[in-house]
């Protein structure tokens, strides 16, 4: 018997959130999750679903002018309507809303559509003025976009209002050079807007390997994307016909109709009440948690972005889903940090898993690194005059496989399977070993030069 309302309260209903309630129960725990927004969290509703979608939605216009040098007959003039993919997309949304709710009720998991806050070490308190009581605190509550602070900047959007425009902007300058500035460039200028990039630094997707950057520079660049590097913001001034003035240092001003920020995001701890439990937060926000999700608060754990680690969805369910094994289901399970595969849905997408080829020079000394830099059938056929990269890092004593980074069409499918082999620490004779399957993108990677 416990003298607590719940076994476990989890605060978020995201992807690491639900996992860890929804198993944490099936393990036979007594679970409530409070969500003030909508069930699905950042991944579902605002992020990586829709964003997929929207992607899909504008590779059709590269799709309809590649179709035409395969035979098809389609009109010189195709019309593409805003309106009729942002309500599909945000059908969908409201279905997986619904399939994640209906996961949590159908194993007995209370939610509760309130904001809660930590109000002691077992305590939350909930909007409608009920505290509720807890022997297990789990924060799951994400993160926001964070927006640099400069005059104008509040005529600024972030992605989360992108799914929601009334039209696709003619011009929108996009600030910061990462996951989501890439990601929306791509499809914003499919959609037909031109598209301008502006990044503190002189870098695009930092962390990612700088040959694969590179490619999907030029390639944005021959596109018609507009790239300003090294340029400050200094004020946005909004005119009278509506048109946005940005002042950048080192560049012109730059006039658009809607610029979006995608500047990083920051966890989602303030007003929380983390200190009423004496829970630590680290210099940007984020609960400090040891490696079995526990912070300096006995009681109170924290999974996803809110304790900004690795800020992917795949890691917060896999955190959550740790949580809930080691302290409900009798198997104490750590998550493994190692070779996590990530993809930028650029336009074309680029994915990669393990050490980039600087990383793997300064922790392995001697390496060895084979390519494949070539134009996909398809695009040949097409008339398009876009190359795919692919490069290996290997450990120059071993041959073992430590990185592996790509560029070109549905490159993140293929890395996904590619990563197992990486993760298991095959080598590249042993990829070599494999007969290609032909005729494939994905038979370069064990024909690596
Ligand atoms: P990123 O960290 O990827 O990129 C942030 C960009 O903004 C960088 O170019 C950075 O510059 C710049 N920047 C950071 N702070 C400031 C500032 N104060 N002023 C001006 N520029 C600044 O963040 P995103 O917002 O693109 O995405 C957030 C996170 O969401 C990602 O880290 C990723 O983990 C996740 N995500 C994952 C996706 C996926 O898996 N496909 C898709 C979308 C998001 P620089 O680095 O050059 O210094």
């Given at each position: 018997?416990?003298?607590?309302?719940?076994?476990?309260?989890?605060?978020?209903?995201?992807?690491?959130?639900?996992?860890?309630?929804?198993?944490?129960?099936?393990?036979?725990?007594?679970?409530?999750i409070?969500?003030e927004?909508?069930?699905?969290?950042t991944?579902?509703?605002?992020?990586c679903?829709p964003?997929?979608?929207?992607?899909y939605?504008a590779?059709?216009?590269?799709?309809?002018?590649?179709?035409?040098?395969?035979?098809?007959?389609?009109?010189a003039?195709?019309?593409?309507?805003w309106?009729t993919?942002?309500?599909?997309?945000?059908?969908?949304?409201?279905?997986?809303?619904?399939?994640?709710?209906?996961?949590l009720?159908s194993?007995?998991?209370?939610i509760?559509?309130a904001?809660?806050?930590?109000a002691?070490?077992?305590e939350?308190?909930?909007?409608?003025?009920r505290?509720?009581?807890?022997?297990?605190?789990?924060?799951a509550?994400?993160?926001?976009?964070?927006?640099p602070?400069?005059?104008?900047?509040?005529?600024g959007?972030?992605?989360?209002?992108?799914?929601?425009?009334?039209?696709?902007?003619?011009?929108?300058?996009?600030?910061?050079?990462?996951?989501?500035?890439?990601?929306?460039?791509?499809?914003?200028?499919?959609?037909?807007?031109h598209?301008?990039i502006?990044?503190?630094?002189?870098?695009?997707l930092?962390?990612?390997?700088?040959?694969?950057r590179?490619?999907?520079l030029?390639?944005?660049?021959?596109?018609?994307?507009?790239?300003?590097?090294?340029?400050?913001?200094?004020?946005?001034?909004?005119?009278?016909?509506?048109c946005?003035?940005?002042?950048?240092?080192?560049?012109?001003?730059?006039?658009?109709?809607?610029?979006?920020?995608?500047?990083?995001?920051?966890?989602?701890?303030?007003?929380l009440?983390?200190?009423?439990?004496?829970?630590?937060?680290?210099?940007?926000?984020?609960?400090?948690?040891?490696?079995?999700?526990?912070?300096?608060?006995e009681?109170?754990?924290?999974?996803?972005?809110v304790t900004?680690?690795v800020q992917?969805?795949?890691?917060?369910i896999?955190?959550?889903?740790?949580?809930?094994?080691?302290?409900?289901?009798?198997?104490?399970?750590?998550?493994?940090?190692?070779?996590?595969?990530?993809?930028?849905?650029?336009?074309?997408?680029?994915?990669?898993v393990?050490?980039?080829?600087?990383q793997?020079?300064?922790?392995?000394?001697?390496v060895?690194v084979y390519?494949?830099?070539?134009?996909?059938m398809?695009?040949?056929?097409?008339?398009?005059?876009?190359?795919?990269?692919?490069?290996?890092?290997?450990?120059?004593?071993?041959?073992?496989?430590?990185?592996?980074?790509?560029?070109?069409?549905?490159?993140?499918?293929?890395?996904?399977?590619?990563?197992?082999?990486?993760?298991?620490?095959?080598?590249?004779?042993q990829?070599?070993?494999?007969?290609?399957l032909?005729?494939?993108?994905?038979?370069?990677?064990?024909?690596?030069?």
């Amino acid at each position: 018997m416990t003298d607590y309302d719940y076994d476990l309260f989890v605060i978020g209903a995201g992807s690491g959130g639900v996992r860890a309630a929804r198993v944490a129960a099936a393990h036979g725990a007594k679970v409530a999750i409070a969500e003030e927004y909508r069930v699905g969290g950042t991944c579902v509703i605002r992020g990586c679903v829709p964003k997929k979608l929207l992607v899909y939605g504008a590779h059709f216009a590269e799709d309809l002018k590649d179709a035409r040098r395969f035979g098809w007959n389609v009109p010189a003039q195709c019309d593409f309507s805003w309106s009729t993919l942002r309500g599909n997309v945000m059908e969908e949304v409201d279905r997986i809303n619904g399939a994640y709710t209906q996961t949590l009720t159908s194993h007995h998991v209370e939610i509760i559509a309130a904001r809660a806050t930590v109000a002691g070490p077992h305590e939350v308190a909930l909007a409608d003025n009920r505290t509720v009581t807890a022997k297990t605190i789990l924060v799951a509550v994400g993160a926001h976009p964070s927006i640099p602070t400069f005059p104008g900047h509040e005529h600024g959007i972030t992605s989360n209002e992108a799914f929601h425009l009334p039209d696709v902007p003619k011009r929108i300058l996009i600030a910061g050079a990462g996951y989501i500035a890439n990601e929306f460039a791509g499809l914003f200028h499919q959609f037909g807007a031109h598209v301008i990039i502006v990044n503190r630094t002189q870098e695009i997707l930092r962390g990612y390997d700088v040959s694969i950057r590179d490619r999907l520079l030029q390639i944005s660049i021959m596109k018609g994307l507009e790239f300003r590097f090294d340029a400050a913001f200094q004020k946005i001034e909004r005119g009278d016909n509506n048109c946005l003035t940005v002042h950048m240092s080192n560049h012109e001003p730059a006039v658009v109709d809607c610029v979006m920020f995608a500047t990083g995001r920051s966890p989602n701890t303030r007003g929380l009440g983390l200190e009423t439990a004496g829970a630590e937060l680290d210099q940007h926000g984020a609960i400090v948690v040891d490696a079995d999700n526990r912070s300096t608060c006995e009681s109170l754990y924290a999974v996803g972005d809110v304790t900004n680690r690795v800020q992917l969805t795949p890691v917060a369910i896999r955190e959550g889903q740790a949580f809930a094994d080691t302290l409900y289901g009798g198997k104490p399970t750590r998550v493994d940090y190692d070779c996590i595969p990530s993809a930028v849905f650029s336009h074309p997408p680029l994915a990669g898993v393990g050490l980039t080829e600087a990383q793997a020079k300064e922790k392995l000394g001697s390496v060895r690194v084979y390519t494949s830099d070539f134009r996909p059938m398809k695009n040949v056929l097409a008339g398009r005059n876009e190359r795919s990269l692919y490069k290996m890092v290997c450990d120059g004593e071993t041959g073992r496989v430590v990185g592996l980074h790509m560029i070109g069409p549905d490159v993140p499918e293929i890395l996904q399977a590619a990563a197992i082999a990486v993760k298991a620490g095959l080598t590249k004779d042993q990829f070599d070993d494999v007969v290609a399957l032909h005729p494939t993108m994905a038979e370069e990677l064990v024909l690596m030069k």
